[in-house]
């Protein structure tokens, strides 16, 4: 039991250490583009149909792309960035460059949910496009931006596991490395469960938050 616990508690920090700098990451580079993506749509409040199509062609290709070929593609990246394409530092640069196309479309669906005549409102009083977007728009959609990261979370627990499969380290290339190179049922059993264990905490809390959001409206 004891060594069981010495593999798994190290793999888990490794697996929370990848996702949690990930999610900051891609939420840093996909918030601005989703909000790019509504407010430069026809009838947007900074109407530009060149820069929304460019915009939506690059996010389309970027999310076209398999993770684990991603990843391959972006060693040369993670090398430059933390010298190395193996560990999780390495794994952290594909998995946010991954994460940011989803998190920007996912913005720019929670942006769009937001009652027109709330921004028209805004617009009638004289308010400013940034005063718009940052009072208006996303307080109105925080709890479905919530909601979508939350989503985003367990995304990419999934695709930290299936960076594990070529060393990127965590619960999943535990589960590979010792599970089934090992022949050991008993690791690999506790390295799913605690990966199902770690996203319905993450479901649990990302609903406590969504809930608390509009109880306070």
């Not at 820069?51 to 939506?56: A, F, K, Q």
């Given at each position: 039991?004891?060594?069981?616990?010495?593999?798994?508690?190290?793999?888990?920090?490794?697996?929370?250490?990848?996702?949690?700098?990930?999610?900051?990451?891609?939420?840093?580079?996909?918030?601005p583009?989703?909000?790019?993506?509504?407010?430069?749509?026809?009838?947007?409040?900074?109407?530009?149909?060149?820069?929304?199509?460019?915009?939506?062609t690059?996010?389309?290709?970027?999310?076209?792309?398999?993770?684990?070929?991603?990843?391959?593609?972006?060693?040369?990246?993670?090398?430059?960035?933390?010298?190395?394409?193996?560990?999780?530092?390495?794994?952290?640069?594909?998995?946010?460059?991954?994460?940011?196309?989803?998190?920007?479309?996912?913005?720019?669906?929670?942006?769009?949910?937001?009652?027109?005549?709330?921004?028209?409102?805004?617009?009638?009083?004289g308010?400013?496009?940034?005063?718009?977007?940052?009072?208006?728009?996303?307080?109105?959609?925080?709890?479905?931006?919530?909601s979508?990261?939350?989503?985003?979370?367990?995304?990419l627990?999934?695709?930290?596991?299936?960076?594990?499969?070529?060393?990127?380290?965590?619960?999943?290339?535990?589960?590979?490395?010792?599970?089934?190179?090992?022949?050991?049922?008993?690791?690999?059993?506790?390295?799913?469960?605690?990966?199902?264990?770690?996203?319905?905490?993450v479901?649990?809390?990302?609903?406590?938050?969504?809930?608390?959001?509009?109880?306070?409206?």
């Open positions: 039991m004891d060594s069981l616990l010495e593999l798994l508690l190290p793999s888990l920090w490794e697996t929370l250490y990848m996702v949690s700098v990930s999610t900051i990451v891609s939420v840093l580079l996909g918030l583009l989703g909000i790019l993506l509504i407010i430069t749509e026809k009838d947007g409040l900074w109407e530009k149909p060149i820069l929304n199509s460019i915009l939506g690059v996010v389309n290709i970027s999310r076209s792309f398999p993770f684990l070929i991603l990843m391959i593609l972006l060693f040369p990246l993670a090398r430059l960035i933390v010298g190395t394409t193996i560990g999780t530092t390495a794994t952290i640069v594909p998995l946010s460059i991954a994460a940011a196309p989803f998190v920007a479309r996912v913005i720019e669906s929670s942006l769009r949910e937001v009652d027109g005549g709330i921004v028209e409102a805004a617009l009638a009083m308010s400013t496009n940034l005063e718009i977007i940052f009072k208006v728009l996303i307080p109105e959609a925080m709890p479905s931006i919530v979508n990261i939350t989503l985003t979370i367990i995304n627990i999934g695709y930290s596991a299936m960076a594990g499969t070529i060393g990127g380290g965590g619960l999943g290339d535990l589960a590979m490395r010792y599970g089934y190179h090992r022949f050991d049922p008993n690791i690999m059993a506790a390295s799913v469960i605690l990966i199902i264990v770690l996203v319905q905490v479901q649990f809390i990302g609903n406590q938050v969504v809930f608390a959001i509009n109880k306070r409206r």
